[in-house]
């Protein structure tokens, strides 16, 4: 069955990270400023150096997995890829200057998503598809009136981690209930028919969302790849 991809955006203490203690066989890559905090299988990276070095862990850590269970996770959690899109930043502001800055950010955040390809795609080095969960921050820009990701330069231009899926939630604090929204704003999309455009996050199973998404994509590609 093809693996899930699904990107799941918030402001700060939302309750995106709270959404995946319903996952099984998951993995967690944490890096997020502080200790990652769920009964999860997890990594926590203290420092960032560069992107090799982060892809480097996750293959290491990915065995250490295997030898724990006896089998690699189903899922592989970026908790948060904002936060690495901001040590990817910092690393080329300190190293590099001019046009050269970015022209980096740009080479390190291409590492990173090439990476995310391959881990989705049966056809790598574990032989098996992975399921990628994306965890983004927003802000509110308020020359655009709405919500946006952290992130900048030509990589924010054409839609940062938004534009890598298909599938993507938006969780907001409204009120005193947490709402996760699947279609209706600029920051959520579904191909899955029937979904609610909103709905209570106590209610909302991210695992079982995942595998929702699975079987649409694995329909779609039984049916309509050529």
Same mark, same amino acid.
């Given at each position: ?128 598809? =992975? ?6 921050? +927003?802000?509110? &820009?308020?020359?655009? $009136?709405?919500? /946006?990701? @952290?992130?900048? !330069? ?6 940062? =981690? ?6 993507? +939630?938006?969780? &907001?604090?409204?009120? $005193?209930?947490? /709402?996760? @929204?699947?279609? !209706? ?42």
């Amino acid at each position: 069955m093809s693996a899930a991809k699904i990107l799941i955006t918030g402001m700060s203490n939302a309750g995106k990270t709270t959404l995946l203690k319903t996952l099984q066989n998951c993995l967690v890559i944490s890096r997020d400023g502080k200790p990652f905090s769920l009964p999860l299988p997890h990594v926590n990276i203290p420092d960032y150096e560069n992107m090799d070095d982060v892809l480097a862990i996750i293959t290491e850590k990915l065995e250490v997995y295997k030898k724990k269970t006896g089998e690699y996770p189903d899922t592989i959690v970026f908790d948060s890829a904002s936060r690495i899109f901001t040590d990817v930043e910092t690393y080329c502001l300190r190293k590099y200057s001019g046009y050269d800055v970015w022209s980096n950010v740009n080479k390190e955040m291409t590492k990173l998503l090439d990476a995310i390809r391959q881990l989705q795609d049966s056809n790598n080095g574990w032989n098996k598809a =992975f399921n990628i969960v994306i965890i983004a921050h +927003i802000v509110w &820009d308020a020359e655009a $009136k709405r919500y /946006i990701e @952290t992130c900048k !330069g030509s990589f924010a231009k054409i839609g940062g =981690f938004l534009s890598t899926v298909d599938y993507a +939630i938006n969780i &907001d604090l409204v009120g $005193k209930k947490r /709402i996760v @929204t699947h279609h !209706g704003n600029n920051l959520s999309r579904t191909l899955i028919e029937g979904m609610p455009e909103k709905e209570e996050a106590d209610n909302f199973n991210l695992q079982e969302y995942l595998d929702k998404v699975r079987i649409q994509i694995s329909k779609v590609t039984e049916q309509w790849s050529i």
